[in-house]
């Protein structure tokens, strides 16, 4: 990934089958404030979740998750150079690719999200590794029910739930 000029990359299997074009670069972030998010309690969030698919066979979830921060970290100038993604140096994410101008993604899906990152995205060949980042990146902006119940459907009161309550 020599080359720093923003490029179109073309998205295919998104539904409707016409494939989405996105700038990834130069496209904006979207920040995850008030706070960076910390990858290894995301991480962790995410190897918690049946979907992760996580067994003791794989070792312990901490190990697992210093693996994925110290993995994404080795990432960061590519994620920021060509996703406009930011991690620093501690292991927090900053900010996000911004896809659709004044649309934030449901951060309840962050934890797989990152947790996706570092084991679905094929870092290894150029464009296999657009494809796949924008394959988990689209799954993580698309639109999907809460994991947590409605609070309108509570008969005992509500509880707010925000990004920077699941870290």
């Known amino acids: 990934m020599e080359d720093a000029q ?7 299997g998104v539904p409707g089958g016409h494939g989405v074009v996105v700038r990834l670069r130069h496209q904006g972030e979207v920040s995850t404030a008030p706070e960076p998010a910390p990858i290894h309690d995301l991480a962790m969030l995410a190897l ?6 996580w067994s003791e066979a794989g070792g ?12 994404l970290k080795s990432k960061a100038e590519t994620l920021s150079d060509y996703f406009s993604m930011e991690i620093d140096q501690e292991g927090n994410l900053c900010t996000l690719p911004l896809l659709l101008e004044h649309y934030t993604p449901n ?6 999200f990152v947790l996706r990152l570092a084991t679905e995205v094929n870092w290894d060949e150029e464009k ?12 993580f902006y698309s639109f999907k029910n809460s994991m947590f119940p409605d ?6 009161g509500s509880q707010v739930v925000t990004a920077t309550s699941l870290w």
Request: with cysteine; proline share 10%; charged share 30%.
């Open 128 to 139: 296999n590794c657009f494809h796949t980042f924008c394959k988990e990146t689209s799954e």
């Open 60 to 71: 312990p979830k901490d190990d697992l998750a210093k693996y994925i921060v110290d993995f």
């Open 6 to 12: 923003p490029h179109p990359v073309v998205c295919p």
């Open 107 to 112: 951060m309840e899906g962050l934890p797989m």
């Open 48 to 53: 918690d979740l049946e979907e992760s698919g």
């Open 151 to 156: 609070a309108s459907d509570s008969t005992e």
